[in-house]
T-cell receptor, first 115, second 111 residues
Framework: KAGVTQTPRYLIKTRGQQVTLSCSPI?????VSWYQQTPGQGLQFLFE???????NKGNFPGRFSGRQFSNSRSEMNVSTLELGDSALYLC??????????????FGSGTQLSVL | GDSVTQMEGPVTLSEEAFLTINCTYT??????LFWYVQYPGEGLQLLLK?????DKGSNKGFEATYRKETTSFHLEKGSVQVSDSAVYFC??????????FGTGTLLAVQP
């Protein structure tokens, strides 16, 4: 069974640009969660999508958005990039809603560098 | 709100040494507790979990006991190996339907 796949693996952008990251969950998983990982802040929750609907959102500005398609694949978009957006973006999938007892399966992440 | 605090690293040990990584939490209700591990260049993997007080999670020689009275979930291993070198994250799954992670602890095991 294929794991969680994130593309691209690395991205270099400049300030003001926008970027789209992609995540393909494990087959059959309906929930996709996104996290931002930085050395100083650790893992910060961005949002969770389940059955094509955003079910939960973290404390990030509106420049961060996402969506989920009918095949459960998810995309995350960041507009008007800032230097502080440089981070590893991790996607995680789970069978049901991410929560108390669900095991999350993580992808290897997309490393975004904003210059 | 819910939060997780874990000891800062890096933790540097010699092979076969005893490992403890401290984790404490703040939460309303009865959360589940997890330890995830991140090897270099990879995403996170679930190491172990416990869903109620006094439960002990264990995997690959690692153990952690859910202590409600001290709101702790410390990770332990009796004899670490070089292959255990990684970043370890304590996490809490509560009523908010999202996992809340600690900042991670880097473990470096030297031969």
């Amino acid at each position: 069974k294929a794991g969680v796949t994130q593309t691209p693996r690395y991205l270099i952008k400049t300030r003001g640009q926008q970027v789209t990251l992609s995540c393909s969950p494990i087959s059959g998983h309906r929930s996709v969660s996104w996290y931002q990982q930085t050395p100083g802040q650790g893992l910060q929750f961005l949002f969770e999508y389940f059955s094509e609907t955003q079910r939960n959102k973290g404390n990030f500005p509106g420049r961060f958005s996402g969506r989920q398609f009918s095949n459960s694949r998810s995309e995350m978009n960041v507009s008007t990039l800032e230097l502080g957006d440089s981070a590893l973006y991790l996607c995680a999938s789970s069978l049901g809603r991410a929560g108390q007892n669900e095991k999350l399966f993580f992808g290897s992440g997309t490393q975004l560098s904003v210059l | 709100g819910d939060s997780v605090t874990q000891m800062e690293g890096p933790v540097t040990l010699s092979e076969e040494a005893f490992l403890t990584i401290n984790c404490t939490y703040t939460a309303t209700g009865y959360p589940s507790l997890f330890w995830y591990v991140q090897y270099p260049g990879e995403g996170l993997q679930l190491l172990l979990k416990a869903t109620k007080a006094d439960d002990k999670g264990s995997n690959k020689g690692f153990e952690a006991t859910y202590r409600k009275e001290t709101t702790s979930f410390h990770l332990e291993k009796g004899s670490v190996q070089v292959s255990d070198s990684a970043v370890y994250f304590c996490a809490l799954g509560g009523a908010t339907n999202k996992l809340i992670f600690g900042t991670g602890t880097l473990l470096a095991v030297q031969p």
